[in-house]
């Protein structure tokens, strides 16, 4: 299993990368460093400029082999992520295949949703005992290795919101903690959120989507603003049908017992 890197890594040694993950690396890295047009997020251009990110390649998003690949590194990244920094993410890229040249962004979100619960069954830790199983529970986010995360997907399908493009399907991983240091000063963070919104007009040609809200709100959900289409429709309910074999069978277990 090839490792997880770090920005200086990547800089220094490009010989460790192939061809398409040099070139995925260098296009995130203008679009995240471009002074004409601000990329939103600060915290994440902070984050790459301190060298809190981490970078996983993976070869094939529609082949369980490369999944599996990715739920390792995910599961690497989950035990190192609070040694990487306060504003650690785990950047993700896939490569493109022929078979999703032709995707739309409803394509490219059944195939986010997808990945989410298809690595699922790779995961050795039990889904917290404090996060709800149930997507619509305004509590639920995204669990992996015993970790709470945010998800956020961009895909070379979007045209509107260019904040959610990229030439490759990519996956921004944040976890739990990080977004909560960053609550941890309130003054502050309002500042930056009203800022991101600022730059986040300014950044895509469409106004912000309805679903993006705030972690812990009566009317948020976190599994909304994962991925966000290119309009401003959404999905029904959440696509989400994966967990770890353990908490299937603690469910299956529990099922039995009300039988």
Avoid at 29 to 57: D, V, W
Avoid at 77 to 95: A, R
Avoid at 110 to 139: C, G, R, Y
Wanted: with cysteine.
């Amino acid at each position: 299993m090839k490792l997880i890197y770090d920005k200086i890594s990547l800089d220094k040694n490009e010989a460790i990368l192939g061809d398409w993950e040099r070139k995925a690396f260098h296009l995130f890295s203008e679009k995240i460093q471009n002074k004409e047009l601000k990329f939103p997020c600060i915290p994440a251009t902070q984050g790459f400029a301190m060298n809190h990110f981490r970078y996983a390649f993976i070869d094939d998003p529609l082949d369980m082999n490369s999944l599996s690949d990715f739920a390792g590194k995910f599961t690497y990244y989950s035990e190192i992520s609070k040694t990487t920094g306060t504003y650690s993410s785990l950047i993700v890229f896939f490569k493109n295949i022929p078979e999703t040249e032709r995707y739309t962004p409803e394509n490219y979100e059944a195939l986010f949703w997808k990945i989410l619960s298809s690595i699922k069954q790779f995961d050795e830790e039990q889904w917290p005992i404090d996060i709800p199983t149930d997507p619509e529970n305004k509590l639920w986010e995204y669990c992996f290795a015993g970790e709470k995360y945010f998800m956020y997907c961009a895909t070379p399908s979007h045209r509107h919101r260019n904040s959610r493009f990229f030439p490759y399907l990519m996956l921004a991983i944040t976890p739990r903690w990080v977004l909560n240091e960053f609550e941890k000063n309130k003054i502050l963070s309002s500042k930056v959120k009203k800022e991101i919104r600022r730059r986040l007009n300014q950044y895509d040609t469409i106004s912000p989507h309805p679903d993006l809200n705030q972690y812990g709100k009566e009317d948020n959900y976190e599994w909304k603003q994962y991925f966000l289409r290119d309009d401003h429709s959404s999905p029904k309910s959440c696509p989400f049908s994966g967990y770890g074999k353990n908490d299937i069978n603690s469910e299956s277990k529990k099922n039995k017992n009300n039988l």
